[in-house]
C-alpha cells in the first residue's frame, strides 16, 4: 500500500482596495519541493483572492488521496470550508439568511477539489510572525506589481 502523501500549503489573498486591483499565491511543500502560485487580477475582492488561493493551491495537486494542511489568515474561508459549506450545498448554494453564496462558482469549485484529498484547514493570525503566511502574502503582494509567478525549488534532505 502506498504512503499517503503529506503537502502543506499556505494562500493568501491580496487586494487593493475592496473591490480593486488583486492577487492570491500558493505555496506547497512536501519533503522534496515548494512550489510557488501566484497570479494578479485587475477588478477583483479580497474574498474572490482568498478562494482563489485555495482553489489554485488544491488543484495544482496531481492524483488524489493527499493528507493536505492547508493554512490561512482568512477566518471567513477556513469557517467556510470547516463549518458552513454542508448547510450552503443543503441549501441549494444560500446561507442561512437565504442570500446566496457569494462567489458560488469558487465555492462550488473548492468543494468538487476537497473531495479528491484529506483537507485540514487551519486559521493563522495574519502578520503575526507565522512563516508560511508571511511567505503567502508577501507573494500575493508581489504577483500585484508584477503579475503571475511560478517558482519550484529542491528542498534539500537532512543528513
Not at 482553489?55 to 493528507?67: C, D, F, H, P, S
Not at 443543503?90 to 473531495?115: I, N, Y
Request: proline content about 3%; glycine content about 10%.
Amino acid at each position: 500500500m502506498a504512503q499517503q502523501r503529506t503537502i502543506t500549503l499556505h494562500t493568501d489573498g491580496a487586494c487593493k482596495g475592496n473591490p480593486g486591483p488583486g492577487a492570491w499565491a500558493a505555496i506547497l511543500e512536501d519533503d522534496e519541493k515548494r512550489l510557488c502560485l501566484a497570479g494578479r487580477v485587475f477588478a477583483t475582492t479580497n474574498q474572490e483572492m482568498e478562494l482563489t488561493a485555495v482553489v489554485r493551491g488544491l488543484k495544482i495537486i496531481k492524483g488524489t488521496g493527499a493528507r493536505v494542511f492547508l493554512y490561512m489568515d482568512s477566518e471567513y474561508i477556513v469557517r467556510g470550508i470547516n463549518e458552513w459549506l454542508p448547510g450552503w450545498k443543503a441549501r441549494g448554494w444560500k446561507k442561512s439568511d437565504k442570500q446566496p453564496v457569494a462567489h458560488k462558482e469558487l465555492w462550488q469549485e473548492l468543494d468538487e477539489l476537497l473531495k479528491k484529498h484529506e483537507v485540514i484547514c487551519e486559521w493563522v493570525r495574519g502578520h503575526n510572525g507565522h512563516a508560511g503566511n508571511e511567505a503567502a502574502d508577501a507573494l500575493a503582494n508581489r504577483a500585484l506589481k508584477v503579475g503571475a509567478i511560478r517558482e519550484q525549488e529542491a528542498i534539500a534532505s537532512a543528513g
